[in-house]
């Protein structure tokens, strides 16, 4: 019995493993593979049909039904633009015409995503090796053999399943370095300052705040220095306390186990820092809040986003997107949210998870980001300082 067919149809999956897709769905009879790399520029998703095809009816219908799927799946990962990349391995031809709907690409009016559809014929296997090889820039099929064993196709199965095992583990590994600790420790540190408000006339007291330390442009322009760091640890009613405490539970738990426990207490601190500093030079109002701390968490997120772009599009990144998107428009839309305090603390934080970087990797442009932030923390101070907003 031949395999020959089955055979590069493992062979191309696996293949496309190795240029970086991950398998997203395996049916459950594995004769269909959906493979998606979300940053690939031309082809983010694949998917992958073996099938003997008798007519082009089918061929066609199967057509339709891939292509409003890929379109729910590019809605899912945000994209305007989708391609889809659909190839057919099949031993024979459809014995009636079918021509007109392969090997160019395919659109659905009123449906943005574009598929472009390939029919792998056994009968025809070098020049559909050419066609195949000229789509995708590459040759996935390397010497072909005149027919393969059931042996060979197992034995490739199992490669594939071993590599995407050791993809999956690789990639929790990076959303689990370490247990959160600080996040919890932060999160008593402001409950408790908060009760110390209250005892003391109230958080919603502008005098009451100014005393605890809230950023005030002339007090730090005074030598109060310390209130670039203290507001953080303020908040300005129940309300306020409760919205910035819950958004560093889930923020700083996610940043705490990317980056480690000491990365993530930096990051946070000089996010804060950079978040009152922006502060201090674009508003005059006094203020208080972890907001820019906790954009700094978004920041970090961001960078990580840049290190591992694949990970970051298929899992947390839509979602982080949008929770910045959101929070970005209701900032501009509120007159009393601190817009630049937010601003400043997610560059804050992506400025300090360039220059700590990412536990267990090269230490990539850490010097860069390190002369960057030095250099727009000095210009921002003297700015900050020599022309005073009050």
Known sequence: MSYHTDYLYWKFIHSMIVDGYRIMHLAEDQQEVWLENIVHKQ????????????WSNWLRSDMKQTILQADKIRKMYFRNKFQVLN?????????????????????????????????????????????????????????????????????LKSLIAQETMAAEKREKQLFNRTKPFFTY??????????????????????????????????????????????????????????????????????????FGRLRFLIIYLFSGFFGTLASFIFSSHLSAGASGAIFGLFGALLYFGIEHKHTFFRTIGPNILALIGVNVIIGFAVPSIDISGHMGGMIGGFLAAGVLGLPDTKKRYRMYYLLLTVVITAIALYYGYHFPNI
């Open 87 to 155: 190839i057919y391995f099949t031993s024979l031809p459809p014995v009636d015409s079918y021509e007109p709907y392969v090997n160019r690409p395919v659109q659905i009016e009123n449906v943005k995503t574009k598929m472009y559809s390939i029919l792998f014929d056994g009968s025809h296997l070098q020049d559909s090796v050419q066609f195949v090889t000229k789509i995708i820039g590459k040759n996935s099929f390397g010497q072909i053999k005149e027919d393969y064993s059931d042996y060979e196709v197992d034995a």
């Open 43 to 54: 082809f983010p998703l694949i998917r992958v049909k073996r099938k003997d095809i008798d």
């Open 185 to 258: 420790f932060l999160l008593v540190a402001i409950t408790f300052v908060f009760i110390l408000l209250e005892m003391n006339g109230g958080s919603t007291n502008p005098y009451v705040l100014l005393y605890f330390g809230a950023k005030y442009n002339p007090a730090i322009l005074d030598g109060e220095w310390w209130r670039f760091f203290t507001p953080m640890f303020l908040h300005i009613g129940f309300l306020h306390l409760f919205m910035n405490g819950l958004s560093l539970y889930y923020l700083g738990t996610a940043v705490e186990s990317i």
